[in-house]
């Protein structure tokens, strides 16, 4: 069984930056796609970027519109753990952030995702 946490949420100012990790264990997440999601208050959790599993050193990543050029996906299959990189964070990217693991290509379809985290909260002040 794949479990995934998530860790390095906080409060920040706009404009400012976070990185989030998404450590695994019970297995390796080499043969994994990996992928970020958020759910503001009162609304639908929603991609926010993916990742595919590791195939010798081509990567492939894909983004939501909302966070491209802000927003950086990475992985260290070495410590079994995803990022997200965030800059420039604005108060509209406020979530729960949850990292989720498929067998599946990258993708922002949510149901292809197997296996998720509890989440870690951002928030961004104005």
């Known amino acids: 069984q794949l479990q995934l946490v998530e860790s390095g949420g906080g409060l920040v100012q706009a404009g400012g930056s976070l990185r989030l990790s998404c450590a695994a264990s019970g297995r390796t997440l080499i043969s994994y796609s990996m992928g970020w999601f958020r759910q503001a208050p009162g609304n639908e959790r929603v991609f926010v970027a993916a990742i595919n599993r590791s195939r010798g050193s081509t990567m492939y990543t894909s983004y939501a519109d909302s966070v491209k050029g802000r927003f950086i996906i990475s992985r260290d299959n070495a410590r079994n753990t995803v990022y997200l990189q965030m800059t420039s964070l604005k108060p509209e990217d406020t979530a729960v952030y949850y990292c989720?693991?498929?067998?599946?290509?990258?993708?922002?379809?949510?149901?292809?995702?197997?296996?998720w985290g509890q989440g870690t909260q951002v928030t961004v002040s104005s």
């Open positions: 989720a693991a498929t067998l599946s290509g990258a993708t922002s379809a949510q149901h292809l995702y197997t296996y």
